[in-house]
């Protein structure tokens, strides 16, 4: 379960809050680069990875997965689309009404 | 919003090795800048709207998508969701912003229409179990028992691509990442595109699509699982597979 906002989410009693388990690290990936883990969960995951590559490479991954996706191309609507909408746009004007 | 939320924001100085790669997704500035278009649109100003268009378009259908049966029903929905935003930027009261509002409509409208053709939408795909490993690493990537239980066993190995631009430059990458999208269920996808194609802040995703903060995170951090698993996938020379 992932250690997060609110006592909801709260770290497991058994789980150590530092020394984390590598499986543990990944499983909080989106929470850190979110900035939603609690201050301890991030010293330890910070801790974790200052001395686990594979971890720092996950990291990394997961980092420039979500980077690469804003910058997907995305295709724009059809021409007719395009043109029905404009004429809607300028036909809903209130002014000249 | 959760008033705690800010309080465990991550100390930025704090990151050794790689403080660029990781460090948090910027919460957009919404206010100045949506006012603003707000103006422009309400005085016709067909270039504001044909770029609200233009950003927008391509996400709000597969969004859409992910509620109803096919293609040209998302784009029948997106089409309405864009004469309901025409028909009511009049009466648009600013209580949230203007995405925000946007979105809403997109929804709405998205799920009307599932709930209409019923036949095609299974609903529970919005609902991700929040507990389990489910869509997470691999469990068989990590040692099992012993000593080493929870360390990596198939560790990740680093990409040569150390940046978006390299990574969307890579062709196979890119198609991998786009198809994984395509792939998501509905639930994980929305979450996806919401906030990292998007850049809705939690927030606003959370109002969108009533949901609570904590789904969004479990919903969001497999997706970008789902969708790094494709792209190391087509790095390592495999065919697509999600």
Redesign the interface.
């Given at each position: 379960m992932y250690a997060t906002l609110g006592s909801e989410l709260a770290l497991p009693k058994h789980a150590p809050r530092a020394g984390l388990t590598c499986k543990e690290a990944t499983r909080r990936a989106t929470l850190f680069l979110e900035g939603r883990l609690h201050a301890a969960d991030t010293a330890a995951l910070e801790a974790h990875v200052a001395s686990c590559a594979s971890c720092q490479a996950y990291l990394d991954q997961i980092a420039l997965v979500r980077d690469a996706l804003r910058r997907l191309p995305s295709e724009s609507p059809s021409q007719a689309l395009r043109k029905m909408l404009r004429q809607a746009f300028v036909q809903n004007d209130p002014s000249k009404s | 919003m959760?008033a705690?939320?800010t309080a465990?924001?991550?100390?930025l100085g704090?990151?050794?090795?790689?403080v660029r790669?990781?460090?948090?997704?910027k919460e957009p500035e919404v206010s100045r800048s949506d006012t603003r278009l707000l103006a422009r649109l309400r005085q016709?100003d067909?270039d504001a709207?044909?770029e609200l268009?233009?950003e927008h378009?391509?996400?709000l259908i597969r969004v859409a998508m992910g509620y109803v049966a096919d293609r040209d029903a998302a784009?029948e929905v997106v089409?309405d969701t864009?004469?309901a935003v025409?028909?009511g930027?009049?009466r648009f009261e600013g209580r949230s912003s203007l995405r925000t509002w946007l979105w809403s409509i997109l929804v709405h409208k998205a799920k009307d229409r599932g709930v209409r053709e019923k036949r095609h939408v299974n609903f529970s795909q919005f609902e991700p179990q929040?507990?389990g490993d489910d869509d997470?690493?691999d469990?068989a990537r990590?040692h099992l028992c012993g000593e080493l239980?929870?360390?990596?066993a198939l560790?990740?190995?680093?990409?040569d691509?150390?940046?978006?631009?390299r990574?969307?430059a890579n062709k196979q990458a890119?198609a991998a990442?786009?198809a994984a999208?395509e792939e998501l269920p509905g639930g994980l996808r929305e979450a996806?595109l919401l906030r990292?194609?998007e850049?809705l802040a939690?927030e606003e995703i959370c109002a969108i699509l009533d949901i609570t903060?904590?789904n969004l995170?479990?919903r969001?951090?497999r997706a970008?699982?789902r969708?790094?698993r494709a792209?190391?996938r087509s790095l390592e020379g495999c065919p697509l597979q999600v």
């Open positions: - | 959760n705690s939320a465990y924001a991550l100390p704090a990151w050794p090795l790689t790669a990781v460090r948090p997704a016709r067909m709207f044909e268009v233009r378009h391509a996400t784009e089409q864009w004469l025409i028909g930027l009049d929040d507990d997470e690493v469990p990590f239980a929870g360390s990596w560790p990740p190995q680093p990409w691509e150390r940046t978006p631009e990574l969307l890119a990442m786009s999208i996806l990292d194609v850049g939690s903060e904590a995170y479990v969001l951090h970008r699982e969708v790094r792209v190391e």
